[in-house]
């Protein structure tokens, strides 16, 4: 495979031909039992289960393979690989046995013997290693049981958690790069910009342009050189989706990228990739070797004539870099800065070329559309918003993870469905524990009980004052403050605004200082009239999207928590018991039995009182931890 | 791209900059690869010092002003020295409504640092706070160097410095 001298192009390889020869591979090992080496799992020790594992199945005689190499003709009884994210990060490490269809959750190293002896040896199930609902207490046994996975529609991320991401060879049996050959070699440009954009597929990356549209426009543009970005610096706190893509299926971002370029008629790319996922990034390099090796990047790729030579960068830690102006200004060399629009990306972009930017999300679901057409893609999601879409779900939600489902699902199905329910602070399963959601991060709002039916897809979302960001959704229990998280949003932006533009710079400051006043008890109702018009100018002045949006977590808990907000700037009291200054603890004497629990377990002694007789709290000495609460069996502290 | 150039002969008074002309010169002295260059420099120092900063501008034929407005831009860039174990605390979203805040707090605590001076003065540990690491279905979660740690409390949190403390008292 490696050429004589330096230059002459690598020729494409056949993809039948790989893929042939790897089924044939495959089809000679009994099963296959699949690792999640996602950064969850990684964590949770899957590595280590992983080289445990595979010592055992060597001990106990079984034949394993870690890796199908295709010119293997041997039968083996085992092929043991690592996957990418499954999603299920909380239920880590997972482990899948297939052709049996068991999915093993919380694997530990001291399961390896029962899962090896009992399950692979004998054909049985190990029972405690099977997920259980939280609610129900049923065992289920595999994907196709398990709630979670079960009311998803995995398209995007189904090779992740299926495919081993660090093989190509895998990636191209199961028909990967056979799109990038289609664009390059059948289509012209404008036919795949067409059936993108007849496709209806919408920027994943938080603005929802049409990409078709985006890709027709860049290239329109005259000139040789243009550039097709890939915007993986998935900054929004509380999103992991692009992480997921980049690392259970890197060669699809790679294989969207090519196409992207097809469409544009650009030979050159980068992924800028965020820094803070060093695994992501480690894949999306090794991927991008893998297929320069293949010849499925360089020159003359399946020969068309046409190149595309792929660039990874890694970001250097500033949220702003992920507005596409301050992006391109990064790659270059200078501080993520981003400039006035226009001229677009489009017309003027990387070193002054057009170029395309898109996100991950968006790239990994192209080759879908090129493989079964614009027409099958559209089968899923909804009119105006076609397709569909992951969303990180996290925060107080039995199942927190990464899934995938079709534009126009209701906020209902995905928290109580597939998320299992909303979780109170002591992480049990309650009924009326539910409060809002969080979506879209930062520039993102509040959905709340009365958006529970609506169908999420980019229109309604921003009917409703939020938007489908980058598409974290954090569920929130009815113990969170609202104002808090307002707060926590404009403390991020206002540390990420990058102090170009007077408005976003000083905007989001004073906005900060007017939450602080609230928070702290300081507030007044002319506090709320200022921060409402501060963020209203602000969202409407900044330069770039990082400010136009900062205003919205305000704005939105203006508009679905006013009375919230105005209890704590009237009644001085913070209904979810989390603003510290404005907390007034007290014990009821007709509930205090005089137990003295709460005096022993004061940090400051601040609780007195004769054993048998109700306490008191000295409100001088006080320090609102809210210990007494915590340990009083009577509920006879309250405020706190 | 990544093909390094194997002997550059540095002179004596430079010595110390040999890494560092190791690294411009994988770049090709380009001034657009200059934040890649930035992020080797400090790999290599764990911090930026100011000279080779200097050294570094003077070398692409930049200004330093630029490469200082680089270095201090980007969060990932540090002028000051770091500890050798380097605890980053997630405030995301989802790590902060999991009160990821309790954590911090205890780790200021226990290390006797704050957010203002966040290296304790054996230059063991450095406790920062970064915005997503995006395991946030594992969420409090915290970073020690590159390994990962879910699901944290301040108990757990503390557990994993007092394990680093007795390796290191053990070494």
């Not at chain 1, 690792?35 to 001990?59: D, M, P, W, Y």
């Not at chain 1, 991320?157 to 990038?180: Q, R, S, T």
């Amino acid at each position: 495979m490696t050429p004589a001298h330096p230059s002459p192009p690598v020729k494409t390889v056949s993809l039948p031909d790989v893929a042939a020869r790897y089924g044939h591979a495959a089809d000679r090992i009994a099963r296959r039992i699949i690792i999640c080496a996602g950064t969850g799992c990684v964590a949770n020790g899957s590595l280590q289960v992983h080289r445990v594992l595979e010592e055992k199945l060597r001990a106990v005689g079984l034949d394993t393979v870690t890796t199908v190499e295709l010119q293997d003709d041997h039968v083996h009884d085992v092929h043991l690989s690592r996957s990418g994210c499954q999603g299920f990060c909380q239920m880590g490490p997972l482990v899948t046995i297939e052709p049996d269809g068991i999915l093993y959750t919380r694997v530990q190293l001291g399961d390896v013997d029962d899962i090896v002896e009992l399950t692979l040896q004998q054909g049985e199930v190990v029972e405690r290693l099977l997920y259980v609902e939280p609610g129900s207490g049923q065992h289920h046994r595999g994907h196709h049981e398990i709630p979670f996975y079960k009311l998803q529609q995995r398209t995007v991320l189904k090779p992740c958690g299926l495919l081993d991401p660090e093989n190509v060879h895998e990636y191209i049996h199961a028909g990967g790069y056979e799109a990038a050959r289609k664009a390059l070699c059948e289509m012209s440009p404008e036919a795949v910009c067409d059936e993108v954009a007849r496709a209806g597929l919408r920027g994943r990356g938080g603005g929802g342009f049409p990409t078709g549209r985006k890709w027709q426009l860049t290239l329109a543009q005259p000139g040789e050189k243009k550039y097709v970005i890939c915007n993986a610096d998935e900054g929004d706190p509380g999103a992991f989706m692009d992480r997921s893509v980049m690392e259970g299926n890197p060669h699809a971002v790679i294989e969207g990228m090519t196409i992207a370029a097809r469409a544009i008629g650009a030979d050159e790319g980068y992924v800028y990739v965020r820094l803070e996922y060093p695994l992501a990034v480690q894949r999306i390099r090794k991927a991008v070797a893998d297929a320069e090796a293949l010849g499925l990047l360089g020159d003359d790729l399946f020969g068309s004539g046409c190149s595309f030579r792929l660039n990874v960068m890694e970001g250097a830690g500033a949220f702003v870099c992920g507005e596409e102006t301050a992006l391109i200004a990064s790659i270059e060399g200078q501080r993520g800065m981003p400039r006035p629009k226009p001229p677009f990306p489009a017309q003027s972009g990387l070193w002054g070329k057009p170029t395309v930017i898109n996100n991950v999300e968006t790239l990994a679901s192209v080759p879908l559309i090129l493989l079964h057409s614009a027409e099958k893609y559209r089968e899923l999601g909804t009119e105006g918003s076609p397709g569909t879409k992951t969303f990180a779900l996290t925060g107080h939600v039995a199942n927190t993870g990464l899934i995938e489902v079709p534009f126009g699902v209701t906020l209902r199905k995905i928290v109580f469905d597939i998320g299992g329910g909303v979780l109170d602070d002591r992480g049990r399963l309650a009924p009326d524990a539910f409060k809002a959601v969080q979506i879209g991060g930062p520039s993102g709002g509040c959905l709340t009980e009365k958006h529970l039916d609506l169908p999420l897809d980019f229109d309604s979302l921003r009917g409703a004052g939020a938007m489908v960001g980058s598409g974290g959704l954090v569920v929130m229990n009815q113990q969170t403050c609202m104002v808090q998280m307002a707060r926590f949003f404009m403390q991020f932006t206002q540390n990420e605004s990058c102090g170009k533009c007077v408005p976003c710079r000083e905007g989001t400051k004073q906005m900060l200082a007017l939450l602080d006043d609230i928070i702290e008890g300081r507030g007044e109702t002319q506090t709320l009239e200022l921060l409402e018009q501060v963020a209203t100018a602000v969202g409407k002045s900044s330069l770039c999207g990082l400010g136009k949006t900062a205003p919205n977590p305000v704005l939105a808990t203006l508009r679905h928590f006013g009375s919230e907000i105005r209890a704590h700037v009237i009644d001085k009291r913070c209904p979810a018991g989390r603003c510290k200054a404005l907390l007034k603890p007290e014990i009821l004497a007709d509930r205090c039995k005089g137990c003295t629990v709460c005096a022993k377990k004061c940090p400051v002694g601040a609780i007195s009182g004769e054993k048998k007789q109700p306490h008191t709290i000295d409100p001088a000495k006080c320090i609102k931890c809210g210990v007494c609460a915590q340990v009083c069996r009577f509920g006879a502290v309250v405020g706190v | 791209m990544s093909h390094t150039i194997d002997s550059i002969e540095t002179p004596a008074p430079i010595r110390h900059f040999a890494k560092v002309c190791d690294i411009l010169g994988r770049h090709r002295n380009d001034p657009s690869k200059l934040i890649p260059i930035l992020q080797q420099v400090q790999d290599e120092y764990r911090y930026l010092p100011e000279e080779v900063l200097t050294f570094v501008a003077t070398s692409l034929g930049i200004p330093p002003a630029k490469v200082f407005g680089v270095a201090t831009f980007y969060a990932h860039f540090t002028l000051e020295p770091k500890g050798k174990y380097v605890i980053r605390l997630c405030d995301g979203t989802a790590c902060h409504v999991k009160r990821s805040h309790g954590i911090l707090e205890a780790l200021y605590g226990r290390l006797g640092v704050n957010a203002a001076r966040n290296t304790t003065d054996d230059m063991l540990f450095t406790v920062e706070t970064v915005s997503c690491l995006g395991a946030c279905g594992l969420a409090p979660v915290m970073v020690v160097n590159d390994e990962v740690h879910g699901e944290m409390t301040p108990e757990k949190a503390l557990a994993v410095v007092d394990r680093i403390l007795e390796k290191e008292t053990a070494q």
